[in-house]
C-alpha cells in the first residue's frame, strides 16, 4: 500500500462548484497532515494544515479521520485560479519530514 | 516576504559528471530539507538537515548524495556521479523549527536534465 494514495483526477468542473478530495494514509503513527498546492512546474505551497477537529479557510475546508486514516478537502465556490494540483501531505513519524502523495488535478472551467 | 531561493533555476549536465544545487533558506529557518519530483510524479523526501547534520534521509538519498552548508547561508545538494534517473526538479526548504506542524517554504527548484 503507498503511503500517501490520492485520486489522481483530473477533476473538471465549471466555476462556482463544489468539489471534494480525499486521501488515505498507511502509516497509523503519521502525525501531522496538511494540504499542499502544486502549480504547474512550480514549487508546492501550503494551502492548509489539517487538524482532528476539521478546519476551515474561507472556501477550503479539510478534515482528518485518524481511525478511518482518511483526509479530506473540499473547495467550495471554486474559482478558476483554484486549478492546480493539490498535493495530500503527510509526516510519518517523529521528524518532520513529510511524504506527499502523487497529487489530485483540478480544472476549473469557466 | 523572505523567500528561499536556488540557483541554477536549470542544469543541464552530462552523465557522470558533478552537480551542487545551492539553496539560500530564510534567514532564520534552522530546518533545512531536499526533496526531489521526476516529472509527471510525485515530490519525494530525499533529506532533512539540522544543526550542521543530516536528521534523516530516504532510500533514495544514498552515498551519491550528500548535503552542506558550508558558509552559514547556503545549503547545497550534491550528486557525486549523475545517472539518468537523476533527471528531475530538486526542491529544497526550510522552516523555522522541528516540530511536526511546522510549515515547511519551499524554494522554487532546480530543473536538472541527465544526459
Known amino acids: 500500500r503507498k503511503e500517501v494514495e490520492q485520486d489522481p483526477g483530473p477533476f473538471n468542473v465549471p466555476e462556482g462548484a463544489t468539489v471534494a478530495f480525499n486521501c488515505t494514509y498507511s502509516?497509523?503513527?503519521?502525525?501531522?497532515f496538511f494540504w499542499y498546492r502544486q502549480d504547474c512546474r512550480k514549487e508546492p505551497k501550503l494551502l492548509m494544515s489539517?487538524?482532528?477537529s476539521g478546519n476551515e479557510d474561507g472556501r477550503f475546508t479539510a478534515q482528518l479521520n485518524r481511525a478511518s486514516q482518511y483526509i479530506s478537502l473540499l473547495i467550495r465556490d471554486s474559482k478558476l485560479s483554484d486549478s492546480a494540483t493539490y498535493l495530500c501531505?503527510?509526516?510519518?513519524?517523529?521528524?518532520?519530514?513529510?511524504?506527499f502523495g502523487a497529487g489530485t488535478r483540478l480544472t476549473v472551467k469557466p | 516576504e523572505p523567500e528561499v531561493t536556488q540557483t541554477p533555476s536549470h542544469q543541464v549536465t552530462q552523465m557522470g559528471q558533478e552537480v551542487i544545487l545551492r539553496c539560500v533558506p530564510i534567514?532564520?529557518?534552522?530546518?533545512f530539507y531536499w526533496y526531489r519530483q521526476i516529472l509527471g510524479q510525485k515530490v519525494e523526501f530525499l533529506v532533512s538537515?539540522?544543526?550542521?547534520?543530516?536528521?534523516?534521509k530516504s532510500e533514495i538519498f544514498d552515498d551519491q548524495f550528500s548535503v552542506e552548508r558550508p558558509d552559514g547561508s547556503n545549503f547545497t545538494l550534491k550528486i557525486r556521479s549523475t545517472k539518468l534517473e537523476d533527471s528531475a526538479m530538486y526542491f529544497c526548504?526550510?522552516?523555522?523549527?522541528?516540530?511536526?506542524?511546522?510549515?515547511?517554504?519551499f524554494g522554487p527548484g532546480t530543473r536538472l536534465l541527465v544526459l
Open positions: 489539517v487538524y482532528s
Open positions: 501531505v503527510v509526516t510519518p513519524g517523529a521528524n518532520n519530514d513529510m511524504r
Open positions: 526548504a526550510g522552516a523555522y523549527g522541528g516540530r511536526l506542524s511546522e510549515t515547511q517554504y
Open positions: 538537515f539540522y544543526n550542521n547534520e543530516i536528521s534523516e
Open positions: 502509516n497509523s503513527a503519521s502525525q501531522s
Open positions: 534567514s532564520n529557518h534552522l530546518y
